[in-house]
């Protein structure tokens, strides 16, 4: 069973940053594509960041040079570094795999970014 759980969320104001985690397991996590998604209110669940299993990574436009995503793949962790926090940024981050043609979520971390 596949599982993984956030940490790392909270309250900051803007211009700070914050350093999400995701745990995984029951995966073989060195061949896992591994993202972060992130849904505000009254929006839809859209992807932040990806990193596939050789490292190669990609990111939603409005995040480019202020978000990094690395793994941690003797730890099978995934991270996601958030720098310039700003109010938009505000929103339910979820890690996730699509792992063997099935979607796996984490339960989600909330980050809130005052102005």
């Known amino acids: 069973q596949v599982r993984l759980m956030e940490s790392g969320g909270g309250l900051v104001q803007a211009g700070e940053s914050l350093r999400l985690s995701c745990a995984a397991s029951g995966v073989n996590f060195k061949i896992a594509t591994m993202g972060w998604y992130r849904q505000a209110s009254g929006k839809e669940r859209e992807s932040v960041a990806g990193i596939t299993s050789s490292g190669t990574v990609d990111y939603t436009d409005s995040v480019k040079d202020r978000f990094t995503i690395s793994r941690d793949n003797a730890r099978n962790m995934v991270y996601l570094q958030m720098n310039s926090l700003k109010p938009e940024d505000t929103a339910v981050y979820y890690c996730?795999?699509?792992?063997?043609?099935?979607?796996?979520w984490g339960q989600g971390t909330q980050v809130t970014v005052s102005s």
């Open positions: 996730h795999t699509n792992y063997y043609g099935r979607n796996n």
